[in-house]
């Protein structure tokens, strides 16, 4: 079984313990109160943090120093037996996303689109930007990213199903996955590199490829004049590098990002998985502030990275009287392959 | 024979009734797993008096009459157990009056309740009726005469305790008002203060008499209707939180559900719960209450809310379309299931038994309950599907649904819409006072014994 | 020896649960089935067809005039496709009638009207049994030339051609293709029957000798681009033919109009009337042209663009599909289809019921005349429509 490559040192020597003092969902005294709580966690103790976490995957991204503590947090957290979230709604999720046959795949030479299993990947990843790559797309069980199941406390499940998800590309012969959901990408990297999980293809982020494609396509662009407000999802605090490609493709088709609160490292969780795990009160007050925050902002859109989110919020933020659009259909906007007034 | 075709034909015209084999093939046979029986002819009547000549030709000639909408309730109540008329009531699909003030809609005896619905989605959107999520060609009328339940009816009750009023031609011919139609025109009171005349022919199986028109009630239709799904692994919690949904009085619905496939429902119970509201701020409220009241399931992690998201059209949707889907799970067009009406507190005990049937018979199984009254009994559907080419498959359904009628009974049960084993079997249990009784009313409404004979049959 | 029947889809029949969506419109405001609702029986519904299509094959009941006409009162108008609640079998329903019929006609067993219909078409080319000489009659005085390697090819078909009201649908197409200044030509006396009928009907080796000369035909003459009057030859063209070798792009002609008029090629003035539409399912349901017919009448200043209750995908069907046009199986009672479109029709408080297919245009005028409106209601094709825009 793989291990999660820890090192207790770069801990015990923290001078910031970021990772809890930056917690949006927890609060502590200070850095004494939050390093303290830390060590417990790391010595198998019990803290609060294993009964408290919300499983935002924000600490992965606040702490600077290479260690991992929202997967460290998780794997104590099953050490222990404790669940995260209702035990039938944990083992939904197990049941759900397991393994039965019913993938589907299409012709890959070298290259796989990853559509993990998520239906509106499908249809997100089609179209003149995909249209090289569109028919390697793949869907199902069989090639979905097991992250997920973070937040549920149960990193056996992906200890266990990541290198099948892996293997099952290898057998494809791809030699290059473009991940059309960030959080693909980011089991793909992150999460395999933690555990020391060998990935031996080249997994490819879908904002490179986007941007790269608009770039080609930039005599296609017609600007869009508008201004929007991001909703950056769990999984790209995995992989904090890839944050600036928003503003990169979001410049390129003309769209502006005003400045909000809610952004970038202080960004909120889209309140589909805190409903699960913490109840409504802290979703609906996630929700609402995050939501409101959009709309000071002076944004006309709501710009989503992940289906998920997407689903979470979009009859949310239409209530608010924002546009919710992916940021691919952005681009099909931009360059004229789909209308502009969105659903 | 051509005497009884020529008189049938003289009733309803050439195109109103049929003895050709494709007809009589058809209605001789419903979609769930009993023996056909073929009828002598099938009759499609468009007004009361057609029936009402139709039943005093049948008296006369002593020839069996089995009223039928659209023989949806897969147990057979339809198959004309010892041949005759089949009586096609489905011409007769007339709204014959909506009174928005009072609340309630006079319908034919043959009107669907897709009809229905989209009668009032158009006219009178601010009312709605107990829809079942039975298919929408249904009718109204036997749906209430077979006890059918709806998405009301955990607010307000069975189906026919929505009635209003009912026009019906007796076994003898005549045709009889009961309730406040009896008295003047207007149709909001199925008896009371006199009588309870309606349950003579609620609950009968067309045994007793034929619904002509039926007043239904309506009900508020609120501008936004909303769901939550709450799941949990412990079978033994069930009743307790039912019970506390319940004393919110809030829900419009309840359903209890569990099935093995696909895997997404694998080892849960679901708990489908409508609610409904004029305002975001009502809606918000109520389901914070209920959120609120199952807290400590969520707390003791035994139990959560799942998201809707992928399902919320389909669960919103009235009648439910891919209900009907489950009878192609096995490739084969068909399930039927026993449905008895019991109380909360047995869920486990009927949760067991589902499962234990379904391995004995080696058949495919999906349950789900509808809590009826406010909790006060729900009703639990043990429901096989099967392959309509496979008779070895259909024979093991019908012993699996024959046992689970068994142990509802022995359960202190109450079989919904029996086939005419079932009622034997009810029969027997019955007290023997009350089966006398049953007698007495049966014989002196029909003494020729013409009306749907086979059901409710105390000597046959 | 015993015959055995089978049939393509016949692992299928067994599956149907007859619940009964099939008869509705997706709001179940009514019965959508034509031939349920003409005749009541159960039957007479897809699921009735599909319990009994699955006895007889079973040999539970024999080939009869009865069983045939039930067959053959299906108007192919989809509907029961597209309500069908079972996604994994709902798309062979219609299939499976053809299949039954196609059987029907290997026994022998067809009703006299669907013989004397193949019959016509084998001898004369055309249900009308009228000389093929007659057939490009309809086209003089419209400008339309002999197809010489244009752009577009004009198919009229046979309603098209030979039937007053088609004549006259045609005509307008016609003329406004030629005012347009596009480059279209006709087969005339060359054109042949498309076969959409026979094929529905169940006449698979005339449909493909049909199908396969006029593939050659149009082939041989360089055709590439074909407009159709009517949508059952457009459907043909489009889903039968490619099977058989002839790949063609085809379009309606609502498409080119609308097109026309967008381009400002077509320009039209007032014309203050209040028009419903009604949808061919050929048209609609079938190839899922819904948008063209709308615009093009949305397009003409003053018309009052009003819809019926059932449209689009719950379009009630005008009765004339599936050779009922020719076979009149379904009857022309108070519930026969046209009838009963006709007075949904009144309920829009719409003057003219704007039609797009030939076969609707004659089914739809006779229903008017039925019902004792001639003076209330009148049935035009959107091009003549457009004509009366243009001369006012």
Known sequence: MYALK???????????????????????AGHDEAHGEMMKVIRGEDSRVLHECATCYACEEYCKRGNHPFYLISERREEKGLFTAPRPITNQWINMTQMQGKCMAGAVKDKALSCCFIPDLGILGQGEIFKDVAPAAVFGAEYMCPAVHTHFARMSVIKERLPKVIENFVKLGAKEVICLHDECYGTFTAIADAYGIDVPFKPVYYMDFLLSRMKEMKDRITPLGIKVA??????????????????????????????????????????EILRSVSGYKLADDVQERNLNDMVASGASYCVFNCPACQSSLSEKVAKKGLKPVHIIDLCKMAIGEKEREVK | ?????????????????????????????????????????VVAPRTTEEVQKIVLLANREKIPVVPMGNGMSLT??????????????????????????????????????????????????????????????????????????????????????????????LPTGEICLIGSPSLGPYWFSRGPTMPDLSALFLGWLGTTGIITKIGMRLYPNKKIRDVELFVTDRVDLIPHILYKLTHLEILEDVNVWFQPKPLVFKGNYHITLYFTGDTEEEITFKRRMIWDTLQEYMDSKDGGFMSVQYMKDMLMEMPQRGIADFADVPKGGGFEYSGPITIIEHFPQYAAKVVELAAKYDVLYASSARLISGGHCMMFSISFAFNRNDPAMMTRVKHALDEATAFALEMGGIPWKPNFMEQKMTMEKMDPNALKLLQMIKKNLDPQGIMNPGNWEVNP | MTYVRTIEHADIVHRCFRCGYCKFPSDYVDFNCPSYKAFGWDTYSPGGRMWLIRAW??????????????LYSCVACDNCKTQCVFPKFKDFIPDIFQEAKAELVNEGRIPPEVRDYFKAIAVNGNPYKLPQSERGKWAEGTGLQPYVNQEYLFYAGCVGSYDEVGQKMARSVGKLLVDAGVSVGILGSEEACDGSEVKILGEMGLFTKLAQENIEQFKGKGVKKIITLDPHALNAFKKDYPKLGGKFKVFHYTEILAGLIKNKKIILSAYPMKITYHDPCYLGRHNQIYGPPREILKAIPGVEFLEMHRNSLNAFCCGGGGGNFFTDILGTGEDSAGRVRIREAM????RIIAVACPTCAKMLSDAVKAEGLEDKLEILGIAEIMERARTK
């Not at chain 1, 001078?15 to 809890?20: E, F, G, H, I, N």
């Not at chain 2, 024979?1 to 009734?17: F, H, N, Q, S, T």
């Not at chain 2, 109540?77 to 609340?103: C, F, S, Y």
Request: aromatic share 6%; with cysteine.
């Open chain 1, 6 to 28: 820890w090192k207790e040192k770069i801990c015990a020597t923290c001078p910031s313990a970021d990772c809890l003092l930056k917690c949006q969902y927890m609060s502590f």
């Open chain 1, 230 to 271: 991001y909703q950056r999802p769990c999984s790209n605090r995995l992989i904090p590098d890839k944050y600036p490609l928003v503003r990169e493709i979001l410049d390129l088709i003309g769209v502006e990002i005003p400045d909000r609160v809610y952004q970038g490292e202080n960004c909120l969780c889209c309140g």
């Open chain 2, 1 to 41: 024979m051509r005497d009884i075709l020529k008189a049938l034909v003289e009733i309803v015209g050439e195109r109103g009734v049929s003895n050709t084999p494709e007809e009589l093939w058809f209605y001789s046979r419903d979609p769930g797993v009993l023996t056909p029986h073929l009828p002598d002819y």
């Open chain 2, 76 to 169: 057979g109540l339809v198959i004309p157990l010892k041949g005759g008329i089949v009586l096609d009531m489905k011409r007769m699909n007339k709204i014959l009056e909506v009174n928005a003030m009072a609340r309630y809609a006079v319908v034919e005896g043959g009107t669907s309740q897709g009809v229905l619905k989209a009668y009032l989605q158009e006219h009178h959107p601010q009312l709605r009726h107990s829809i079942p999520d039975a298919p929408p060609t249904t009718t109204i009328a036997a749906n209430a005469a077979l006890h059918g339940q709806g998405r009301l009816t955990q607010q307000y009750g069975f189906n026919s305790e929505m009635v209003t009023g009912l026009e019906v031609v």
């Open chain 3, 57 to 70: 094959l079973n040999d539970e009941i024999k080939s009869s005039p009865h069983f045939a006409e039930i």
């Open chain 3, 347 to 350: 309920e829009t408080g719409a």
